[in-house]
């Protein structure tokens, strides 16, 4: 069985190009700019600063304290969903928002 008599869409971009007449590019975007390409924010500063260095210490906090602590850290009276389910949880959603926070800018 091959893929044109199988009854399915098959693209085919000879045809696709046949329909729209070669015109490519040809329409001005409705705001009256020049169509190159979406329009870029205003440069940004873009250093390593406090921002970078608090996710630094969260990263490390992350990959570095929470997993010892979950090894070194017996379950106890809490049992295994605090040490295999809640330790692990509160750095990666700690690091999500540090993340979002520290690349973001007002």
Known sequence: MSSSDDGGYVHDPSAFDADSGG???DEEPADG???GGPAHPAT???EFD???????????FAFIVAPIAIYLV???AE???FALLILPLAPALLLAITAVWATTRP
């Open 23 to 25: 015109e490519r590019g």
């Open 33 to 35: 700019s020049e169509g």
């Open 44 to 46: 940004v500063d873009r």
């Open 50 to 60: 406090w921002r970078g260095w608090i996710l630094v210490g969260v990263l490390f």
């Open 74 to 76: 017996p379950p106890g």
């Open 79 to 81: 049992g295994y969903r």
